[in-house]
């Protein structure tokens, strides 16, 4: 199977070879389809699966074919390799596509977790196999440690290790913890998979204008951000 991504982003070109199976869990995502047509088979997904994809139907491509992959704008499309031993944890929102032959577990959060995180089950992938993942921004790894916890926007991790010690925290000073958003505090071993694009909608704010006066006033001032413009 061979996956490219072209400049400027907005879509992939995947092709499958005679041996390759792919399932495509976003089937009206597929453009474009060169193949045989009776090597595409749509099905019902189970009622678990359906649940955290909010969606009915995946597509399964056997054997011989190429097909265009459209993608939501700002989103881009990474190939993930999955080993025979991987212990990764997904946020099964951001899988694509996955490869004949890996093997899913589901695995229920904790109610607190869940509960803010509004994620309340996460895949474990076993392989060998690919997954396709859809982030915003770059798929970026960075390796845990046992003792140094790493901080990570809640809303940026796509995968981690089963085995992390993870927790919802903050971390900084009084003023550091209360303008962030939650973030996942983790120790472990093993990489954690982060989405890039940014999340801060006062970030592009500046970059589009506004005085440094306003910026101010809208951060220090109660609801600053609501009444001044």
Partial sequence: MDVKVPTPLGHVRVSLDNEDTLHVLHPKSILAYQGAPQ???DRF????????????????????????LGLPPGCQLESVAIGPKSDLMFDFRHVMFYTDGLHMKSKIQKIKTAWITQDWIRMKFTGPGTL???????????QLHPSIPLYVEA???????????IKLAVYGNQLASQH?????EMTGSGPVLIQSGSRDAGLMEQLQGGGIVKR??????????????
């Fill in 155 to 165: 809303g940026s991790l796509i995968a981690y290790p089963d085995s992390a010690r």
């Fill in 216 to 229: 101010v006033l809208r951060e220090l001032l109660p609801f600053g951000s609501i009444y001044i413009k």
């Fill in 45 to 68: 997904m189970d009622l678990a699966g359906a649940y955290r994809k909010r969606k009915w139907i995946r597509s399964k491509l056997v054997g011989q074919s190429e097909f265009i």
């Fill in 39 to 41: 090597s595409r088979e």
């Fill in 132 to 142: 396709g993942i859809i982030t915003t921004g770059d798929l970026i790894t960075m």
């Fill in 180 to 184: 962030m958003n939650v973030q996942w």
